[in-house]
């Protein structure tokens, strides 16, 4: 069983950065692939950005150049970076856990969630 638990969102102008968090229990983080989900209001849940248990990373079109997902296994912690953000990114964003390792965008194939953090771009 593995808990995840993101931090870091929040109300930031158009053009700004944020880095939201997600810290996970359990020993064997490392072996997971990870992403970050996001559901913006009247939409479905979309991929954003994932990361595999070797560190390959792979983005949704989206957000390409602009977010960067990165993870820190002595510490059970995924991050994403999101810079030049847009009204359009704001949404509730989730951490998710794949234990199969699929590499996948596909959200049926995670496991674990977090709660989400809101994430809000405004002026």
């Known amino acids: 069983q593995v808990q995840l638990v993101e931090s870091g969102g929040g109300l930031v102008q158009p053009g700004g950065s944020l880095r939201l968090s997600c810290a996970a229990s359990g020993r064997t983080f490392s072996r997971y692939d990870m992403a970050w989900f996001r559901q913006a209001p009247g939409k479905e849940r979309e991929f954003v950005a994932g990361i595999r248990w070797s560190t390959t990373t792979y983005y949704a079109d989206s957000v390409k150049g602009r977010f960067t997902i990165s993870r820190d296994n002595a510490k059970n912690t995924v991050y994403v970076q999101m810079n030049r953000l847009r009204p359009e990114d704001t949404a509730l964003y989730y951490c998710?856990?794949?234990?199969?390792?699929?590499?996948?965008?596909?959200?049926?194939?995670?496991?674990?969630w977090g709660q989400g953090t809101q994430v809000t771009v405004s002026s």
């Open positions: 998710a856990a794949d234990q199969s390792r699929s590499g996948s965008r596909d959200e049926g194939l995670y496991d674990y």
